[in-house]
């Protein structure tokens, strides 16, 4: 899946220089035309398919993000301390509070444990706030027709989206989403709302955009068919120092084979059983540790990252009412919860650095700013909105 979290992976940019001369432009008009053809031929009509697909040019801005290059590699503990802040958590509980009713329905007919599903609410959408605001027919468009391997999944989920919309469950001004075409509360593509949205709400629409009921229960369905079963997702433990044993997410072993390995819970508790985990040391043998089960794996499944299906999982385990990680990150430069990324921000400002507005979002612009802030303050310049630079400006504990 495409989420708006998976792109917090990416740092800067690489701009391309578009082709935009008069060939490369009738080349994309007979290009969008066709696709307008298409999808008249699956059964939209024909309105439709003109008024979704009424662009002369690429999508520049879709272009752009579907060409951005990893920089450098987030680290784990800045990925989830932006993912998993103190405000995200609070925001949940209220959030859970709000849905009660149709958390416990989705997790009774289910069987997928609640916190999870809004804890998949949090990180993709921030409980709705950031849905996107990419036109989906015309990002799709755009990456069809830019041609290469995956134009024909693109063209797919291109026909799947106006197909939701020539049904009656959307109206065509709700399809907007990531670049790379997901949307809505949970953000689904299209491919997968066609097959795994229902109508939670029973008003005979499937709306995952404005129905929150639609959306939560939805993403219960998809996490019971991607093998959800009812139990644990995910445990902190501490490995013995030095440990130099088995990891990895699927190298599963039982618990009482890990206790053998002298792996403990985090709060020294005893593993026992039979139940099967994999151990995941995303930061190496210092840091946290955690066994990981088959749940794990169906919140993996909605996004292949490993640090994604820790975020939900820890989330998850927030606002459940369980404290943060026991073992610290194996570092002396913690991650800024999402309140400190904007206050670094201000005071980047208030020294001049020209970064645009304080929106708690760490682009491309910012980076360059913290990267000179640290220079300036002798640090070595990583552009990393962290805790060293912020205690150096002077950022409120
Ligand atoms: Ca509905």
Same mark, same amino acid.
């Given at each position: 899946?495409?989420?708006?979290?998976?792109?917090?992976?990416?740092?800067?940019?690489?701009?391309?220089?578009?082709?935009?001369g008069p060939a490369a432009a009738s080349s994309f008009e007979s290009c969008?035309?066709?696709?307008?053809?298409?999808?008249?031929?699956?059964?939209?009509?024909?309105?439709?398919?003109?008024?979704?697909?009424?662009?002369a040019?690429?999508?520049?801005?879709?272009?752009?993000?579907?060409?951005?290059?990893?920089?450098?590699?987030?680290?784990?503990?800045?990925?989830?301390?932006?993912?998993? @802040?103190?405000?995200?958590?609070?925001?949940?509980?209220?959030?859970?509070?709000?849905?009660?009713?149709? +958390?416990?329905?989705?997790?009774?007919?289910?069987?997928?444990?609640?916190?999870?599903?809004?804890?998949?609410?949090?990180?993709?959408?921030?409980?709705?706030?950031?849905?996107?605001?990419?036109?989906?027919?015309?990002?799709?468009?755009?990456?069809?027709?830019?041609?290469?391997?995956?134009?024909?999944?693109?063209?797919?989920?291109?026909?799947?989206?106006?197909?939701?919309?020539?049904?009656?469950?959307?109206?065509?001004?709700?399809?907007?989403?990531?670049?790379?075409?997901?949307?809505?509360?949970?953000?689904?593509?299209?491919?997968?709302?066609?097959?795994?949205?229902?109508?939670?709400?029973?008003?005979?629409?499937?709306?995952?955009?404005?129905?929150?009921?639609?959306?939560?229960?939805?993403?219960?369905?998809?996490?019971?068919?991607?093998?959800?079963?009812?139990?644990?997702?995910?445990?902190?433990?501490?490995?013995?120092?030095?440990?130099?044993?088995?990891?990895?997410?699927?190298?599963?072993?039982?618990?009482?084979?890990?206790?053998?390995?002298?792996?403990?819970?985090?709060?020294?508790?005893?593993?026992?059983?039979?139940?099967?985990?994999?151990?995941?040391?995303?930061?190496?043998?210092?840091?946290?540790?955690?066994?990981?089960?088959?749940?794990?794996?169906?919140?993996?499944?909605?996004?292949?990252?490993?640090?994604?299906?820790?975020?939900?999982?820890?989330?998850? @385990?927030?606002?459940?009412?369980?404290?943060?990680?026991?073992?610290?990150?194996?570092?002396?430069?913690?991650?800024?919860?999402?309140?400190?990324?904007?206050?670094?921000?201000?005071? +980047?400002?208030?020294?001049?650095?020209?970064?645009?507005?304080?929106?708690?979002?760490?682009?491309?612009?910012?980076?360059?700013?913290?990267?000179?802030?640290?220079?300036?303050?002798?640090?070595?310049?990583?552009?990393?909105?962290?805790?060293?630079?912020?205690?150096?400006?002077?950022?409120?504990?």
């Open positions: 899946m495409y989420s708006s979290a998976m792109h917090l992976r990416s740092s800067v940019a690489i701009v391309l220089a578009l082709s935009t969008v035309a066709g696709l307008r053809e298409q999808a008249v031929n699956v059964g939209v009509s024909r309105s439709l398919a003109s008024r979704a697909l009424d662009l040019q690429p999508d520049e801005k879709v272009l752009r993000l579907s060409q951005v290059q990893p920089e450098t590699k987030t680290r784990v503990w800045d990925y989830l301390g932006f993912l998993v @802040d103190e405000q995200r958590v609070a925001d949940g509980r209220a959030m859970m509070q709000k849905h009660e009713r149709v +958390l416990r329905a989705a997790e009774q007919r289910f069987g997928v444990d609640r916190h999870v599903i809004a804890a998949i609410w949090g990180v993709e959408t921030d409980y709705g706030r950031e849905m996107g605001d990419s036109f989906l027919p015309h990002a799709l468009a755009t990456l069809t027709c830019q041609g290469g391997r995956r134009a024909p999944f693109w063209r797919g989920e291109l026909l799947a989206a106006l197909r939701l919309v020539a049904r009656g469950d959307l109206e065509l001004e709700k399809l907007k989403g990531s670049w790379a075409g997901a949307f809505g509360q949970t953000q689904f593509i299209p491919s997968t709302y066609q097959r795994l949205a229902i109508d939670f709400d029973g008003d005979g629409r499937l709306d995952l955009v404005t129905s929150v009921p639609d959306a939560l229960g939805s993403t219960a369905n998809y996490l019971r068919r991607a093998g959800w079963r009812k139990g644990a997702w995910m445990i902190e433990v501490k490995v013995p120092p030095g440990y130099r044993g088995p990891s990895g997410r699927t190298k599963r072993m039982t618990l009482s084979r890990w206790a053998g390995r002298g792996i403990v819970r985090a709060d020294g508790g005893r593993l026992a059983g039979a139940a099967r985990a994999g151990l995941l040391l995303p930061a190496g043998a210092k840091g946290p540790g955690f066994l990981v089960f088959r749940n794990f794996d169906a919140i993996y499944a909605y996004n292949h990252h490993e640090a994604y299906a820790l975020a939900v999982s820890h989330l998850a @385990d927030r606002l459940a009412g369980f404290p943060s990680f026991r073992t610290p990150w194996p570092t002396d430069d913690p991650a800024l919860s999402r309140a400190d990324r904007l206050q670094l921000q201000k005071l +980047l400002i208030a020294r001049g650095y020209s970064i645009g507005e304080a929106d708690g979002k760490i682009g491309p612009a910012t980076r360059v700013a913290i990267a000179e802030a640290e220079k300036k303050a002798g640090m070595p310049p990583t552009g990393r909105p962290g805790r060293k630079i912020y205690d150096a400006l002077g950022g409120k504990p």
